[in-house]
């Protein structure tokens, strides 16, 4: 049997114990550039996985990047902030460490440091030019031992004619120069 009107306005449904905060299922996503600092970006949505892409994507593009949890009147509780810039310079360093040919950057070096891919690239590049000097640097010893070696060479080979008195040439028997004008060459 179903109720009266009048039963039916006096009926009150019991109230489920949560909490009826408005807007807490919300999240804000703040985002701004070093080169626009007035101009921040700030996403508000009830989707949780559309916060999420908003904060990937605008990691992707260099921005400083703010993820916020709706607390409840106005009150919003920080979940994860980022900096899109350094990431962006991480990725660049990782790959110039690849097309460089250097090793890549181990997992035990500074693991929790944020910019390990960008010190690691710089150790390296400064590794490989102190290698590059001391390959010059033998190299020009090499070329320096090998004119010494060339010279004391050269030495022994006409010491005995240097050691030796000139000749006494008579004049007799000394050539007369040619002196030849250039029409009868």
């Known amino acids: 049997m ?4 009048k039963q039916q ?3 009150r449904r019991r109230a489920a114990p949560r909490d009826r905060t408005k807007n ?8 701004s550039w070093n080169h626009r600092p007035d101009a921040p970006v ?10 999420r892409k908003a904060f990937r994507e605008l990691v992707d593009k260099g921005a400083y990047v703010i993820i916020q949890e709706h607390a ?5 509780r920080t979940l994860d902030e980022v ?45 490989a030019e102190a290698d590059r000097r001391a390959a010059e640097q033998a ?8 004119a010494r ?5 050269e030495a022994t080979t006409h010491a005995r004619a240097l050691m030796s008195p000139p000749a006494v040439v008579r004049p007799e028997h000394r050539q007369r120069a040619r002196h030849i004008t250039g029409a009868q060459r």
């Open 42 to 51: 700030v996403i508000r949505t009830s989707d949780k996985k559309r916060a």
């Open 139 to 146: 190299a020009r010893e090499q070329a320096e031992a090998d």
């Open 83 to 127: 900096d899109g810039a350094a990431v962006l310079a991480e990725r660049t360093a990782e790959q110039a460490l690849a097309t460089a040919g250097h090793p890549p950057t181990p997992d035990d070096y500074r693991p929790e440091a944020y910019d390990r891919h960008r010190t690691w690239l710089a150790w390296m590049q400064a590794r």
């Open 24 to 31: 807490v299922t919300s999240w804000r996503v703040e985002a």
């Open 9 to 11: 306005r006096t009926h």
């Open 72 to 76: 409840g009147w106005d009150r919003w």
């Open 2 to 5: 179903s109720p009266t009107p």
């Open 149 to 153: 070696r060339r010279l004391a060479a």
